[in-house]
């Protein structure tokens, strides 16, 4: 893909993610300057889907277990002191992600183009970024809320 359709791709990406949180998680995002990786203090969560059609790939949301609990606390409308499970935090990672791709393929769909999604899955460990095969391209969105920087990775050809 050129630089042109990877820019289109990114901005796609990051109007779907603004309206998830907008609209599902209520809770303020602020799109971050490009920064190589981030570093991460303790085990990371990432929340991955797969997509096949005219692109096919992946979009993964890496994040700190803190940033997890925060967004997963949106979600489910639970107050800062409330507990909360590690199957809950893993429904509600999920779901973002579940959010973010379901925006970009309705947005895909507007200029022709069509995906099919597969269901999440939420894994946590270090250093959990996908070795791209050949041809492969990704990009990465950085976002902030409330104090946790978090990645939206994709990747795709």
């Known amino acids: ?11 796609c990406l990051w109007s779907s993610v603004s309206e998830a949180f907008d609209t599902m998680i209520s809770l303020p995002l ?17 929340a991955t889907i797969t997509f ?9 949301l890496l994040c700190s277990a ?10 489910l409308m639970l107050e800062e002191d ?6 809950e935090m893993n429904d509600a990672l999920g779901e973002v992600v579940n959010l973010a791709i379901g925006g970009f393929k309705s947005r895909l769909l507007t200029i022709g183009d069509e995906i099919k999604i597969s269901i999440p899955t939420v894994t946590k ?8 095969g050949t041809g492969a391209e990704s990009f ?5 809320t409330q104090g946790h920087t978090f990645e939206f990775l994709f990747t795709y050809k």
């Open 125 to 132: 460990g270090r250093d959990m970024r996908p070795i791209l």
């Open 30 to 46: 602020e799109r971050v300057e490009e920064q190589d990786t981030i570093q991460y203090n303790g085990l990371l969560l990432a």
């Open 140 to 144: 990465s969105l950085f976002s902030e």
């Open 52 to 60: 096949t059609g005219h692109i096919k790939g992946s979009l993964i």
């Open 66 to 75: 803190g940033c997890a609990k925060k967004i997963a606390r949106a979600m």
């Open 1 to 11: 893909m050129s630089m042109v359709e990877n820019t289109e791709l990114r901005e």
């Open 82 to 87: 409330q507990p909360i499970e590690e199957n």
